[in-house]
């Protein structure tokens, strides 16, 4: 039962977050038909964040992953996201564009938390494993568009995605419901002041902040300044199976492998040393732009490894160190802010390129793991975590 069901939470993570980098998968052509600048093409994965942190603070706040069954939140925001994917293909105004972006990402906003959640009421031991599992299932998911992309034109990949998360509904309906949920009668107002009450939490917390400040600003940059930088060194390489396989599956593998170590040597041992090496490509990857492909590639795939085998555990922490009634809500508020701070890096990383080029667009990412790689470092003198 327990196997199974793991499987299927799993599987409709895979299937739902396909909707997450859609367009950014093919935000080229996307910008070129909404008429979109090349240096607001950000804004494209930008909106999406914004949906979900808009999603995830306002469903923390009133409690809300506390107080509704998780499966029933999860198929509300898949229908969500569904519709508002799908709906570009009928609008031909970029601010009607950007609009369903953000509804993506509200959507998104009541899949993802609530995932987790579920997850760490089947599964109570093991959870570093089990949710490196889960966020394994969203980065393949989150980059399967990169692979529709080699093929389809943008608006296949856009239907490809939709139907994707579509079959993401009736595998959710097949979990059972969790023999171990908490749930609070109604929203509590008092939940997240309880939450931020709690050292550990802030801390796991901060690492978390620190590993978002470098995430999905290299998710949404790196895949073109791949494409750019074997293109400035002459290669014909398929670039979009390379970005799915450095940060689909490379990541995937990275999550699992993560929290299989991390449930037996600590998460905040695991997460910082993630950081330590993720930070480091960051500083150092844009030296190496229209390089030799081979180097190039290896550092992404590394990159792809590393950049977000640290998020499970952040939230296996969170789930440990809350008090039982608010796990709901200390994971939603965590995301909240950490994706709060990927606008700005999104934003930041094509603003540096766009001014210094590619050789230092990366640099100023590194910051946000050195700051987690502190955090970790105090949580683990004042825990087992």
């Known amino acids: 039962m327990a196997i199974r069901t793991l499987g299927l939470i799993a599987a409709s993570d895979v299937l739902a977050m396909a909707t997450w980098f859609s367009a950014t998968a093919v935000v080229v052509p996307l910008a070129s038909v909404f008429g979109i600048a090349p240096e607001n093409r950000g804004w494209i994965t930008a909106a999406v ?35 508002a994917n799908a709906g570009i293909l009928l609008v031909h105004s970029a601010a009607l564009l950007l609009a369903l972006r953000f509804l993506t990402g509200a959507g998104l ?18 959870r570093g494993l089990v949710t490196g599992i889960a966020v394994g299932a969203l980065t393949l998911g989150s980059f399967t568009p990169h692979l529709l992309s080699g093929d389809l034109p943008w608006r296949g990949v ?27 009668a109604r ?29 999905y600003a290299v998710w949404a940059w790196a895949p073109i300044f791949y494409t750019a930088s074997l293109k400035a060194a002459g290669t014909g390489a398929p670039a979009p199976l390379l ?14 492998i993560a929290g299989f170590i991390a449930d037996r040597i600590g998460r905040a041992t ?3 040393a993630a950081m330590l090496v993720s930070g480091t490509i960051s500083l150092c990857i844009g030296w190496f732009f229209g390089g030799n492909p081979i180097v190039v590639t290896a550092l992404l795939m590394l990159w792809g490894f590393t950049v977000v085998a ?16 608010y796990i709901g809500t200390a994971l939603t508020l965590q995301m909240g802010i950490g994706f709060s ?37 105090a949580l683990r003198r004042r825990s087992r975590v």
């Open 49 to 83: 964040q914004l949906g979900f942190v808009t999603g995830a603070v306002g469903s923390a706040v009133i409690a809300l992953a506390d107080w509704v069954e998780p499966r029933s939140l999860i198929r509300i925001g898949i229908a969500i996201t569904v519709a």
């Open 109 to 126: 906003a009541l899949v993802y938390p609530p995932t987790v959640r579920l997850l760490t009421a089947w599964f109570t031991q093991s």
């Open 158 to 184: 856009l239907i490809g995605a939709s139907m994707l998360a579509l079959v993401a509904m009736p595998v959710i309906s097949l979990v059972p419901s969790p023999p171990n949920l908490q749930r609070t």
């Open 187 to 215: 929203f509590d107002l008092r939940a997240v002041p309880a939450v931020l009450a709690n050292t550990n939490v802030v801390l796991a917390d901060t690492g978390y902040w620190g590993h978002m400040w470098e995430l």
């Open 243 to 256: 970005v799915f396989a450095a940060f689909g599956v490379a990541g995937a593998i990275g999550c699992v």
């Open 270 to 272: 695991v997460a910082g």
């Open 310 to 325: 640290d998020s499970a555990q952040f939230s296996a922490a969170v789930t440990e160190l809350s008090e039982p009634q």
């Open 341 to 377: 701070i990927t606008l700005a890096t999104i934003w930041l990383v094509g603003a540096v390129q766009a001014t210094y080029g590619w050789s230092n667009a990366f640099t100023l990412l590194a910051a946000g793991p050195a700051v987690g790689v502190v955090a970790m470092i």
